[in-house]
């Protein structure tokens, strides 16, 4: 799932829609530059560190402290859009061009990186450091890890899918309270349809909002089952009943008028869709809590005039799955490329650990709203939307990593050509299940 930069200052490098292609021309050719100056596989004791734009605001200055502080270990860091950071680390990182700290989303991507060699197994190294590992939330470290070994290390905040809400325009409707089932969804449609405006918000321009509703309805349905079959390549896993019930139930919200008019024209990369919900044309609104700065931003009397409301997304009555489960980004993470020196590694080591997850990272991501993965901050937390969101994660007895990023790289390709075609009722739930059924083992 890819979250639009000017939304927030924190992870999901999710596909972020690719620039002009003079621009990221550029930014390649200057990449390369930088990269052949110091990769981790040079002669050089260099150290490199290659991010998405979206998560710079965190990771810079952090950097920027280590380097003042360790001048013969300086990290060279770059920055890129996130689709022009995935072209370009899928090319480097299997070469002597390979940055030294890997930035990745764990899931199917760290598994191939694995697999190919490509990274570190770093649990004996962090084996000795309990300071460091007892204060990353468990279930935020298990996504860095890879049949029970740590490849990676959290480096961002934990951002949670949550259901946002206008209350002014849904008390207007006559909805008093969040809908606790989608049955309850589906009657507040019906409402806000009657009362002239569109009752969720929509960005089907940039695609990947759709993840959200596929995987939040098969959990619900199923549980985590379903996916995790997907996830172990088990033979036409995509024709799950909760997979095919959950593809009926979004192609029956959508005839059903769920979504803003237009919506495959709507942009989240450009808050277009939280402008939507912000200005009262929307009642419901499915995102990340990345998007809370966005909303803020937007207007922020919105916010502290206590317009807003947000609320797990809605149980599905006869369902096996827990209705305190959640789903979102973990984290984004450091691996250690495995073509770094021995020094390159403790220096790399060091800075994940000394200076990622200390006070002033965790205080500058609280500052802005973020929810750091670390144990201990409930206290610290500013504002009930991030207390709020907390508890949610607190209490999931799981919590799933966005679909897009814990597929294989490949079978995450044809899950977006697939889902924009179910949402645009362009194919059927069945050939949805039967298209991404050939993806399995890839």
């Known amino acids: 799932m890819k979250i639009p930069a000017s939304s927030r200052p924190i992870t999901r490098g999710r596909l972020i829609r690719r620039t002009a292609a003079t621009v990221a021309a550029a930014a390649v050719a200057i990449a390369l530059a930088a990269c052949s100056a110091g990769g981790s596989g040079s002669s050089s004791s260099a150290i490199t560190a290659w991010s998405t734009t979206a998560d710079k605001p965190n990771i810079q200055p952090s950097i920027a402290t280590w380097n003042k502080a360790h001048p013969d270990q300086k990290i060279t860091d770059s920055y890129f859009g996130t689709n022009d950071f995935k072209d370009k680390i899928r090319t480097a990182i299997n070469s002597p061009q390979a940055p030294t700290l ?221 209705p305190e489960d959640i789903a979102g980004n973990p984290s984004v993470y450091w691996s250690v490329s495995s073509k770094a020196s021995a020094a390159q590694t403790k220096a790399a080591l060091q800075y994940v650990t000394k200076s990622v997850w200390n006070d002033s990272y965790v205080n500058t991501m609280i500052g802005q709203g973020q929810i750091p993965p670390v144990t201990g901050v409930s206290s610290k937390l500013k504002g009930d939307f991030a207390k709020q969101a907390e508890q949610m994660i607190t209490d999931a007895p799981h919590f799933q990593q966005s679909w897009d990023l814990a597929l294989s790289p490949a079978a995450s390709t044809e899950f977006w050509t697939q889902l924009d075609l179910l949402f645009n009722q362009s194919e059927t739930p069945k050939e949805f299940s039967d298209h991404m059924n050939t993806t399995i083992g890839k």
């Not at 450091?129 to 204060?135: I, L, N, P, R, V």
């Not at 939330?137 to 480096?155: L, Q, R």
């Not at 990369?269 to 909303?295: C, E, H, K, P």
């Open 102 to 322: 890997v930035y990745n989303w764990g899931g199917g991507t760290l598994k191939s990186y694995v697999k190919a060699g490509l990274v570190k197994d770093l649990s004996s190294d962090l084996k000795s450091d309990a300071s460091f590992t007892d204060k990353i939330v468990p279930s935020i470290a298990d996504t860095g890890k890879v049949n029970g070994k740590t490849y990676a290390i959290p480096a961002s905040s934990t951002a949670p899918v949550v259901l946002y809400m206008n209350k002014d325009v849904l008390q207007k409707a006559g909805i008093s309270e969040a809908p606790a089932t989608w049955d309850d969804l589906l009657k507040d449609v019906k409402k806000l349809r009657a009362a002239g405006v569109a009752p969720i918000s929509l960005g089907g321009q940039s695609k990947w909002p759709y993840l959200m509703y596929i995987e939040y309805l098969v959990d619900r349905i199923g549980g985590p089952a379903p996916f995790q079959a997907i996830l172990d390549n088990k033979p036409n896993a995509w024709s799950d009943p909760a997979v095919i019930q959950a593809t009926t139930m979004i192609q029956q919200l959508i005839k059903a008028g769920g979504f803003a008019d237009g919506f495959a024209s709507v942009s989240a990369d450009t808050n277009a869709d939280l402008a939507l919900m912000v200005t009262g044309r929307a009642g419901f609104l499915l995102q990340g809590t990345w998007a809370y700065s966005g909303i803020s931003s937007i207007d922020p009397n919105f916010v502290k005039s206590g317009k807003l409301e947000v609320a797990p997304f809605p149980a599905v009555s006869g369902g096996k799955g827990d």
